[in-house]
Structures are given as structure tokens and as C-alpha cells.
Nanobody, 126 residues
């Protein structure tokens, strides 16, 4: 059983940056593919980025590619999301998630992730 706790959200002006963190408690963090998702009011939860459990591969939604960077520190059981050049349309609750299937690559399907954090609010003002 894992517990995921996100932090780092807040209010920022368009063009600014934020760094989200997700600390994971439990065993075998390194064996989980970690993902970030977001959900804006009235919209479905959408994939943002993922970092595979093996191979160090990163995956991004087209809407954030080139602006966001996902990283992980297995020694700290933490995954990060560095968000630069933020836009008002990035406003959402951001969720950290863990996929324990040990699949090759990473999935963008929220239903494939086994564990979720409580979310952190990111608001980008224009």
C-alpha cells in the first residue's frame, strides 16, 4: 500500500513557474511508474506526464511538452513536476499517481494507476 502526498501548488501569473512534489510512502517506490494528471473544473482528469519505473523514460501530453519536466528521486521516494511558461489553461488540480503493473513504458490512462494523491491546486492568472 502506498500513500502519495503532493505539494507545491499555488497561484502564479502567466509565464511563471511552479515545481510540484509528490512524496510516496510505502515499499518499492522504484518499482512504480509515476504519473501526473490534472483536472480542471467541469473537465475530465487528463494525463500530464509520466516517468517509467525502468529505463528512465519520460512521457508528456502534447499540451505541456517543452514546458513541463517530470523527474524522480528514488532515494527520496519523490517525483517532481517542474512547470515553466505556465498558461491560464494549466489551471487545475494536479494529482500524482503510481502504476504498479511494471508495464513497459507508461500509460496515459488514469484507470491504470493504482494509487493517487489528494491533489494540489495550481492557478495561473492571466
Amino acid at each position: 500500500q502506498l500513500q502519495l502526498v503532493e505539494s507545491g501548488g499555488g497561484l502564479v501569473q502567466a509565464g511563471g513557474s511552479l515545481r510540484l512534489s509528490c512524496v510516496v510512502s510505502g515499499h518499492m517506490f522504484s518499482m512504480f511508474t509515476m504519473g501526473w494528471f490534472r483536472q480542471a473544473p467541469g473537465k475530465e482528469r487528463e494525463f500530464v506526464a509520466a516517468f517509467s519505473w525502468i529505463g528512465g523514460n519520460e512521457y508528456y501530453a502534447d499540451s505541456v511538452k517543452g514546458r513541463f519536466t517530470i523527474s524522480r528521486d528514488n532515494s527520496k521516494s519523490t517525483v517532481y513536476l517542474q512547470m515553466n511558461s505556465l498558461k491560464p489553461e494549466d489551471t487545475a488540480v494536479y494529482y500524482c499517481a503510481a502504476d504498479g503493473s511494471r508495464r513497459r513504458g507508461a500509460t496515459m490512462n488514469a484507470g491504470d494507476y493504482d494509487y493517487w494523491g489528494q491533489g494540489t491546486q495550481v492557478t495561473v492568472s492571466s
